[in-house]
């Protein structure tokens, strides 16, 4: 696990250079953006007493994904060491667990966010084991996402020479098919992903 851990601080850190190169100087409002998807990841649950809504999972997961980008972020900019940082993730997925109402403990993180303007690590954990997210799909669906967003902009993303369609299919698609058969344990995940994603796409794009 703290591998893993390790593996998403040096992704995220990568990208938000990529981005910025003296990105921790920036002061870029990370709360914000936390809070934004909070409101969007509250739609896919559902809360409009007046029209039959279904919490759609899968789109949460995504959110908490989304969220995970930022907090990870946060967590960076605290100056821990690497350890330190591994330590309290590990220890909020141990020691916390999902109790009560999601939408309430989705409001309460978000408050939290908005008064501290900081990241809610337990709070978070709490929302993630609130739809039964394991902590290895959280690792998979963050690494996926992320080195899918590396190879876009490696790839002319920008210069909108990218082809996102490879072969009739979306990235993404092509994402979750590469990701089925690799070993998502292995320390080098991130880069398997990378390498076999160029394959793929030089294969069906040139």
């Not at 690799?182 to 394959?199: G, H, I, P, Q, R």
């Amino acid at each position: 696990m703290k591998q893993q851990i390790a593996t998403m601080l040096e992704l995220q850190d990568s990208m938000n250079a990529k981005v910025n190169k003296d990105w921790r100087e920036q002061n870029f409002e990370w709360y914000r953006a936390i809070w934004i998807e909070c409101a969007e990841l509250l739609d896919h649950h559902g809360w409009k007493w007046w029209k039959k809504q279904q919490p759609d999972v899968n789109q949460i997961a995504l959110e908490l994904v989304d969220i995970w980008h930022f907090g990870l972020s946060l967590l960076l900019l605290k100056g821990h060491t690497q350890e330190a940082i591994c330590d309290s993730v590990v220890k909020a997925f141990d020691e916390n667990q999902a109790s009560g109402d999601f939408a309430e403990n989705l409001e309460a993180f978000t408050a939290n966010t908005l008064t501290t303007k900081d990241f809610d690590l337990n709070g978070f954990v709490g929302l993630v084991k609130g739809i039964n997210m394991q902590f290895d799909q959280l690792y998979i669906a963050y690494v996926g996402k992320n080195v899918l967003n590396f190879f876009r902009q490696d790839h002319g993303y920008q210069d909108g020479s990218y082809h996102k369609q490879w072969g009739g299919k979306e990235d993404n698609e092509h994402l979750v098919e590469i990701v089925a058969v690799l070993d998502t344990s292995a320390v080098t995940f991130k880069d398997d992903l990378y390498a076999e994603m160029k394959a793929v796409y030089v294969d069906l794009c040139g």
